[in-house]
């Protein structure tokens, strides 16, 4: 049987960012799909089901990312995926707001690569055992 690395979507719609997380990502190992929309998130998270963690930009066209967690969690048999808000506007309260909104976890950007990593790591250790 094959090892595949997890893969990891990233749901952003600024294609510098994409890339230099996907830089990141895969030069850790893990695989990366991308999205610009919720959307084409949604549609990727039925087509790909070995993607093991959302990153979610809340700050999306069409939809912000309150409704994107809503959407993402309604999608059959990945109501428990772990998703992680990331965003740039860093105010008081807006990590609460993202976790009370259905996030397991919230990284502000610039994104701290090392508490990115570990979040990742933790959430696939859990979904492991």
Do not use: H, W
Request: negative net charge; aromatic residues 4%.
């Amino acid at each position: 049987m094959e090892n595949k690395a997890p893969s990891i979507l990233i749901i952003e719609d600024d294609n510098r960012n994409i890339f230099a997380l996907s830089l990141v990502l895969k030069s850790k190992g893990y695989g990366c799909l991308a999205a610009t929309s919720a959307k084409e998130g949604m549609a990727l998270l039925v087509d790909f089901p070995g993607l093991a963690i959302v990153l979610l930009d809340m700050m999306i066209p069409e939809v912000d990312g309150y409704e994107a967690i809503d959407l993402l969690r309604k999608v059959p048999g990945r109501e428990s995926l772990p998703i992680i808000a990331v965003t740039a506007q860093a105010m008081p309260g807006d990590e609460e707001k993202c976790l009370a909104a259905g996030a397991n976890a919230y990284v502000s950007k610039p994104i701290d690569v090392d508490l990115l990593l570990g979040l990742l790591l933790g959430f696939l250790k859990q979904n492991l055992s």
